[in-house]
């Protein structure tokens, strides 16, 4: 690096730059913050948020894989990038377009109807203090899989302790991931739900079932703004009155 006063440092890393050391890079180069050394161009780091990273360095997103190449980045589909819906606490809720909403109810709340599949939840009181967990059932047209908060896994009316469960067809597969989350998979129709047993619900939809979805989850379009619509078609800000 040379001392000039006629010429600014040019940095690679506009967004989040290094403090002024008085010096600046020669005719044509820019300052890697990483290398503190002078680079061309096509030699700076990609960033990806606030985060520098090297040619050849990769950053696993939920649906892109994206690669630094000569300082910008290049994208790679995932095969599988399902749609992510989640109810979390008594009153949190993202769409599959990512719409998010906060209401309060102790009522069984529809959150995915798709063909012959239901996904509800609802609130559970807990002694005095309020709510504090949830119940989650999923029916697969008239099989009910029900899981809620200190209670056991309950299929089609019976109580499975290990918490695990395989349809004789392995259509419905119910097991535990992890150290707490269940997880209900039905792999034919593209749906898992992940439930943690406690507050946090989690539902992946294959993009297949595109435009199909109903519920609070909304109708899986890509299209964020129009998640709140009522049964006649014009949108709420309302959710409890989606699907009134
Ligand atoms: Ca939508």
Request: aromatic share 6%; with cysteine; net charge negative.
């Given at each position: 690096m040379v001392y000039d006063l006629d010429r600014p440092l040019l940095r690679c890393d506009t967004l989040n730059p290094t403090p002024d050391t008085g010096c600046t890079c020669p005719e044509g180069l820019l300052l890697d913050e990483d290398l503190m050394s002078c680079v061309k161009q096509e030699q700076c780091p990609c960033t990806y948020n606030?985060?520098?990273?090297?040619?050849?360095?990769k950053v696993n997103t939920r649906c892109k894989i994206l690669t630094c190449s000569q300082s910008k980045w290049t994208t790679q589909d995932k095969e599988e990038c399902p749609g992510i819906c989640s109810a979390i606490g008594d009153s949190s809720y993202t769409t599959f377009d990512g719409k998010m909403f906060?209401?309060?109810?102790?009522?069984?709340?529809?959150?995915?109807?798709?063909?012959?599949?239901?996904?509800?939840?609802?609130?559970?009181?807990?002694?005095?203090s309020g709510l504090c967990g949830?119940?989650?059932?999923?029916?697969?047209?008239?099989?009910?899989?029900?899981?809620?908060k200190g209670m056991d896994l309950k299929v089609g009316g019976v109580v499975f302790p290990d918490g695990n469960y395989r349809s004789a067809d392995n259509k419905v597969v119910v097991r535990i991931v992890g150290n707490y989350n269940t997880e209900i998979d039905l792999r034919d129709v593209g749906l898992r739900v992940v439930f943690d047993m406690s507050n946090a619900l989690h539902i992946y939809l294959d993009e297949k079932n595109k435009e199909e979805t109903s519920g609070l989850c909304g109708n899986y379009d890509d299209d964020i703004l129009d998640d709140m619509k009522m049964r006649d078609g014009s949108i709420t800000a309302n959710p409890q009155l989606i699907y009134q």
């Amino acid at each position: 690096m040379v001392y000039d006063l006629d010429r600014p440092l040019l940095r690679c890393d506009t967004l989040n730059p290094t403090p002024d050391t008085g010096c600046t890079c020669p005719e044509g180069l820019l300052l890697d913050e990483d290398l503190m050394s002078c680079v061309k161009q096509e030699q700076c780091p990609c960033t990806y948020n606030g985060n520098r990273y090297h040619d050849g360095q990769k950053v696993n997103t939920r649906c892109k894989i994206l690669t630094c190449s000569q300082s910008k980045w290049t994208t790679q589909d995932k095969e599988e990038c399902p749609g992510i819906c989640s109810a979390i606490g008594d009153s949190s809720y993202t769409t599959f377009d990512g719409k998010m909403f906060s209401f309060t109810t102790t009522c069984e709340q529809s959150l995915l109807a798709l063909g012959s599949v239901l996904v509800t939840q609802q609130n559970l009181h807990c002694g005095t203090s309020g709510l504090c967990g949830k119940k989650v059932v999923v029916s697969v047209g008239a099989m009910k899989i029900e899981l809620a908060k200190g209670m056991d896994l309950k299929v089609g009316g019976v109580v499975f302790p290990d918490g695990n469960y395989r349809s004789a067809d392995n259509k419905v597969v119910v097991r535990i991931v992890g150290n707490y989350n269940t997880e209900i998979d039905l792999r034919d129709v593209g749906l898992r739900v992940v439930f943690d047993m406690s507050n946090a619900l989690h539902i992946y939809l294959d993009e297949k079932n595109k435009e199909e979805t109903s519920g609070l989850c909304g109708n899986y379009d890509d299209d964020i703004l129009d998640d709140m619509k009522m049964r006649d078609g014009s949108i709420t800000a309302n959710p409890q009155l989606i699907y009134q």
